[in-house]
Structures are given as C-alpha cells and as structure tokens.
C-alpha cells in the first residue's frame, strides 16, 4: 500500500507535482501545452500512460496529446470520441471527488463505444487495491476550475506502483488537472490572441492598402475629384481636392480649401447645390473658375460615415461636362428659334404666350380689393378657390401666385394694363422675292428680325411666325402704348434695306390682340391676326407698300 503517512513520500510528490505545473507555463504553444500537460503525468506524478482529450467547438473531444507509448499515441492522437459516450463514462465512473475511476468489473460495457482507448496486457490483481490493465481513471478539466464549463479530460493508466492512487495520489492528480485547465486555458487565449493579432495585421494591411488604392484612384483620377465636410461650423468645406479639380477650376488645392462648393457655384445653382449635398446624389451645376467665367459640370455625391457613427463626409466626384452642355443649349435653340433670323420660332412663342394664359376667364381683379381676394382668396366663401368654374382648385386657392392676363376696354380708356400681341406681316414682300430671289427676301427677313428687336424692351419677345409674319408680345402696356408701339415698329422697317447693292422697301401692316386668362394661345393670335387684317384692307395699296 502507498505510505501516505510518510512526510518525504508526500514532500517528493510535492515536488514533482511542482515541477510539472512549473513546466506547464514554459510552453509556447497551445499544441505544446497539451503534450507537456502529458509528460509532467508520466514525469512527474506516477503514470507510464497518460492522454488529454480536448473538447472541440461542436463538442466532441479528441485525442490531443498522448505520452508514454509512441505506438499508441500514433494510433489514437487525433481520434474522437463523441460527447455523448464521453458523459456516459464520468457519469457510470466512481467519484473520487472529482476524479472518476472505472474498475475492470464495470468496465468490460465500454469496450465497444466510440471514444479511443490504449488496453495494456497483464496479469489479473493479486489483491484488492492493485492496478488491473482494464482499470480507468479520468481527471475532467474545467475552463472555470470546477464546474459544468468543460474543458477536457485527463485519461491515466498503469501507476508504476502497480496500485490504484491512495488519496494523496488522487489529491495530486486533481490538483495536476486544474492547473493543466489553466495553463490550456492561458494556452487558448494566447492562441486567439495571437490569432487576432495577425488578423489585425492583415486587417491593418489591408486598409493600409485600400487608403493607398483610394489615395492614388483620388489623387490621379482624370476628373475631379473633392472631400468636403458635412455638418457642424464648416459643413460643405472642401478638405480635399486631387489636381484634375484645381486645373478644372484654374485653382491651387491650398486655395480650394477656404472654399465649399456653396462658395463657387452659380448663383442661379445654389438650389439644386444643397438638395444634392443634403443626402448625396447627382446635379449638374455651374462652377466659378478662377478667371470669373462659369463651367458647367456633373456633380456626384456619395456620403461617407466612419464605423464607429463619427464626422460623415462628402466624396464628390466633379466632371466636365461644358461641351455637352453647349450641344445641349445649342439644340434647344436650334429647336425653339428660327434657323434664318435667330428668333423665337412659332412653337417657342406659343409657349411663352401659353405660360401666361390659364383656364379662368376674368380671373383678374380691376380694384385694389379684388386684387388681393383673388391672390389670397376669401377662405370664408365656398366658391373663393373657383370663382364659380369647375377647375383645379389649386390654382386659385389662396396661395395661388399666378398673374392673370387680362384686356384692357379698347373702347373705354380704363387704365388698365395688359399683354398686347402685335401681329405683324409684311407688305410687297412676295413682289421682292419673286424679283429678286429668295436670297434678297432672306436678306430682308434678317434685316426686318433685327430693325424689331432693336424698337423693343428687354423682355419683350419678337418672334417669327413663319413667311413674312412676325408677333411681338409685350406685356404692361395699355390700349395707347400698343398703339404707339405699332407706329414706332412700323416706322423702323419702312425705312430701304440695302441687300448687293440694292435698295428694296417693304411696309407693315399691325394688328393688335390682348392676350387674357381663358383664352388659348391659338386664340390670342387669330384675333390679332384679324386685327392686322383689318388694318391691312383699310389701307391703299400704295400705301400700303410705302408702309
């Protein structure tokens, strides 16, 4: 039987017991913690066969370090046994606090279950408290140091004593266990920890080289590129520009700095500036350059916020897009203006004029008082938004800012001003084309178009109807100044047009129409073309050819 009583039997074990914990915290490795947690039970506590089995994430555990027979250890390391069989086993097993022994006696409904064994051969016991081969004795390892957190178990055989553990040999073994917990425990973190560091590496290498990637993509993009500030005191501050913006805008980046893109647009851009940097997307814009001239580009916005929810950012990508844009209004007035004399065409004065006229007849007021019921509406009367007419009511509810065309009384001065249309063709001018040809009329035309727009105001339109027709609208006039502005018109184009050389005349005849809500535009200029008619036939011939 073990000497328990004997001081220098424990003081020995004790020693051992200390040297193989000490042996445990010099190990690199989680791999090296694990054999050298089996070479301190076969060194240092007694046992010439000793197996640690790890539990794996999904539960099972395997066979991760074996000492004393190299022929077993290469048969089972890396085996696994199932949890299920694993619990059986420390539930059937003798508890010795907390190791679990199984005798052979009970041991014999074990040989055919999954968890991997090493049986040695000999003799049956002599008496009672020797080792038999079949015996089994585990030492369970807890993340915690005890408790339902299992870490693995510690599997012993063949004492060199040939006797089972007395109670300081199971005391020494547990104690062993629960160091080895720690030390594979401390073995894990170090592994994660170095796993995660790595990790962080490659992480901190890889943004080292996506901000590279960012910053040559930005700095060398062909277009432009800009960072700007969202929020706070210096919201739109730009904080970075790449070199194709500072050429584009004619900029150093040092002095693009004090601006915001709110700084350099157009004025008339602003608008649309702030709906596009509000929550990012796309606009096209005018930009100041540094010679005062304006250039039209595409802004793109995206919005950038860090991970951790801090200063969000605009990352503007700015194209040149001046050329198109110059196609693009080149188009729009070859299709809204006469190819020959550059004005407004048939289309674009129907909708100039169309944009003045709406649905409501006598929708304007003639008094001050009216005036302001019908811009704001009387909120009390039922029929305020309609004025008595079946239409949208928005257009006449109180917020209602449209400017109703109204006729003056032709025949009763009132005062009152309105939009006169002039509808003008020109007399002896087919005589011209049919002498001369169409080369001479075109001279003409362009001539008459120009002799028009210099008798007008700004703001005024002058368009070309077709043939020899042409309409000047001109708005805030009354019945004597429509009047006045026909005679004036038509005074400036009587005068000879020299065309190769050649002085030919052409006169004009005048009508004028009243342009006034309720009326469509086709109407407006029917009833001024029947005034200029009129006007026409009350006239000689002669006279009208010398205008």
């Not at 062993?176 to 560091?197: H, K």
Request: glycine share 10%.
């Amino acid at each position: 039987m073990e000497a328990e009583s004997e001081p220098y039997v424990r003081l020995a074990t004790m020693r051992q017991l200390h040297q193989a914990v000490a042996d445990l915290n010099t190990a690199r490795s989680l791999a090296d913690t694990l054999q050298t947690v089996a070479d301190g039970i076969v060194t240092g506590l007694g046992y010439e066969l000793a197996c640690v089995n790890l539990v794996r994430p999904d539960g099972d555990l395997v066979v991760a370090a074996f000492a004393g027979n190299s022929a077993a250890e290469a048969l089972i390391t890396g085996r696994v046994g199932s949890r299920a069989s694993w619990e059986r086993r420390l539930t059937m097993g003798q508890p010795w606090d907390e190791l679990r022994f199984i005798p052979h006696t009970d041991g014999w409904v074990l040989l055919d279950d999954d968890v991997p064994q090493w049986h040695t051969d000999g003799p049956d016991p002599r008496f009672e408290d020797e080792w038999h081969p079949q015996d089994r004795l585990y030492a369970p390892m807890y993340a915690s140091g005890g408790g339902a957190d299992l870490l693995g178990v510690i599997s012993v055989d063949r004492p060199r004593n040939g006797r089972r553990p007395g109670a300081w040999g199971r005391e020494a073994l547990q104690m062993y266990a629960s160091q080895a917990a720690i030390a594979i425990s401390n073995a894990r973190l170090r592994a994660n920890m170095q796993r995660a560091l790595v990790r962080l590496e490659r992480e901190q290498q890889a943004l080292r080289a996506s901000e590279e990637s960012f910053r040559q993509a930005f700095e060398y993009a062909p277009s432009g590129m800009a960072i700007a500030e969202m929020g706070g005191d210096q919201h739109g501050r730009l904080l970075r520009t790449n070199d194709a913006l500072c050429r584009l805008l004619g900029r150093p980046a040092s002095v693009l700095r004090r601006y915001s893109f709110a700084d350099l647009v157009h004025p008339e851009d602003i608008g649309t500036l702030l709906r596009t940097s509000a929550e990012g997307g796309r606009a096209e814009l005018r930009l100041g350059r540094r010679d005062g001239t304006y250039l039209w580009v595409s802004l793109r916005n995206s919005v950038v916020a860090d991970t951790a929810d801090g200063p969000r950012f605009l990352l503007t990508h700015v194209e040149d897009i001046e050329e198109r844009k110059r196609h693009e209004l080149h188009l729009a007035h070859r299709a809204s203006h006469d190819a020959l004399t550059g004005l407004p065409n048939s289309a674009e004065l129907r909708s100039r004029l169309g944009a003045r006229l709406c649905e409501r007849p006598n929708a304007a007021a003639t008094t001050p008082v009216e005036a302001l019921d019908a811009a704001y509406g009387d909120l009390d009367d039922p029929d305020a938004r309609t004025h008595g007419y079946e239409v949208d009511p928005a257009p006449g509810g109180p917020f209602d800012h449209h400017v109703h065309a109204v006729a003056p009384d032709t025949e009763h001065d009132d005062g009152a001003k309105g939009l006169a249309v002039l509808f003008c063709d020109l007399d002896g001018f087919k005589s011209i084309n049919d002498r001369f040809g169409h080369h001479t009329g075109d001279a003409v035309l362009i001539e008459v178009a120009r002799r028009l727009t210099t008798c007008v105001r700004d703001g005024d339109t002058v368009a070309r109807l077709g043939g020899d027709e042409f309409v000047v609208l001109a708005d805030g006039l009354g019945d004597a100044d429509a009047a006045d502005l026909a005679v004036r018109l038509r005074n400036a184009i009587i005068p000879p047009i020299r065309v190769d050389g050649r002085a030919v005349r052409v006169g004009a005849s005048f009508g004028i129409g009243w342009a006034a809500c309720g009326m469509t535009a086709e109407e407006v200029l029917r009833s001024a073309d029947q005034r200029m008619y009129v006007e026409k036939r009350s006239r000689s011939k002669v006279h009208r050819r010398a205008g």
